[in-house]
């Protein structure tokens, strides 16, 4: 047995005072629409960076339940969008893509304060980083090919069918979300030191806007899609679902592949694995390769067009939190808006040298 298996559980805490939620109303409401879930409940928090907060219910037969939220405060008016978490969950409910089964959703923020959803625990490890590292070595392959797989899975959804017509626009999603997200990094700059050299940043917006109209495809797509954000098998290698839908929305599914493969190309110091030939992970080559055969697709044109946004797109959230942060009004509470602005302009130049195919 791998003895690392049980610094992969989840750490679970007393909610946090900013984020107590009412009990009492909690299971009177549930009383009501979800019977199944029993009485006796305790509520706890799941600790972490979920922009979400996180419960983890626990009825009297000790069956267990997963609540999410929004958070408290004043919110962007489309972020923490639980309504379609819970909507692209239960929709997938019926396909071969591993999601928990949901429960309930309620859109009255009286009850608890914040708008919320409830679903069943699945169990298992979570494996925060891409090098798997609290996964034994040996099973780091297998694992990266559920992850391709499921990925594989997910695309393959037929999202017309589905019901999910109106949960995004198929079209020119690429130039889309890189005007979304220049415009996300142009507003944090006035929060920010005025000796940031953004020089690369905006050369390589620059180039994205001329090389965004790619051919359009449309998937249903996750939007994060990484090990951290699934749940793995407690012994196999094995994904078992998929969490963290809140940036999920009809677009290009090689937004998604490109995402997960970023720490192929990533500086060392950033957490890149391309310099860890022992690391047990396949070549990027490979899970690409894979995900050609899962998906039926003879290749993947655009692949630098793609790897490029993926890096501007985590620099411009990158520049979002060093903003926040400036302002002192990041979840974390611990964020430096210098350290945080230097990584996201690292992995602006990353993108840059892509894109520059060097």
């Not at 509520?43 to 419960?55: D, E, H, K």
Request: glycine letters at 8%; charged letters at 25%.
């Amino acid at each position: 047995m791998n003895h690392q298996h049980n610094d992969s559980s989840p750490v679970i805490v007393d909610p946090l005072p900013a984020h107590r939620i009412d009990a009492g109303a909690l299971a009177d409401w549930l009383r009501r629409e979800a019977p199944e879930v029993g009485a006796g409940l305790t509520v706890q928090q799941f600790q972490g960076g979920m922009s979400n907060p996180t419960y983890l219910l626990t009825n009297a037969t000790g069956t267990r339940y997963v609540l999410r939220k929004k958070p408290p405060g004043d919110l962007l008016p489309k972020a923490h969008a639980v309504d379609r978490e819970y909507r692209v969950m239960q929709t997938l409910g019926d396909t071969d893509v591993p999601v928990p089964g949901m429960v309930a959703y309620c859109d009255d923020p009286d009850v608890i304060g914040a708008e919320f959803f409830v679903m069943r625990h699945v169990e298992g490890r979570i494996i925060p980083s891409d090098d798997m590292g609290s996964a034994s070595l040996d099973e780091r392959a297998a694992l990266s090919r559920s992850l391709i797989d499921t990925l594989a899975s997910l695309h393959r959804v037929d999202w017309h069918q589905a019901g999910l017509a109106s949960y995004g626009r198929p079209e020119g999603y690429l130039a889309r979300q890189t005007s979304r997200w220049s415009s996300q990094y142009e507003a944090a700059k006035s929060d920010l030191p005025a000796d940031f050299d953004y020089s690369e940043m905006d050369w390589l917006r620059d180039w994205l806007m001329d090389h965004s109209q790619v051919p359009d495809e449309s998937a249903i797509v996750h939007g994060d899609y990484r090990i951290g954000n699934t749940i793995v098998h407690p012994e196999k290698p094995e994904v078992v679902a998929v969490l963290d839908w809140e940036l999920s929305t009809i677009g290009h599914p090689i937004a998604d592949l490109a995402y997960l493969c970023l720490h192929y190309h990533l500086p060392g110091d950033l957490g890149g694995t391309a310099d860890r030939p022992r690391s047990g992970l396949p070549t990027e080559e490979e899970m690409l390769a894979r995900y050609c055969e899962k998906t039926g697709r003879p290749g993947i044109p655009d692949w630098t067009v793609f790897l490029a946004f993926a890096f501007f797109r985590g620099a411009a959230i990158g520049q979002g939190v060093a903003a926040r942060a400036a302002r002192g009004n990041v979840s974390t509470g611990s964020a430096d808006p210098t350290t945080v602005g230097a990584r996201a302009r690292r992995l602006a130049e990353t993108g840059a040298r892509i894109a520059h195919g060097l």
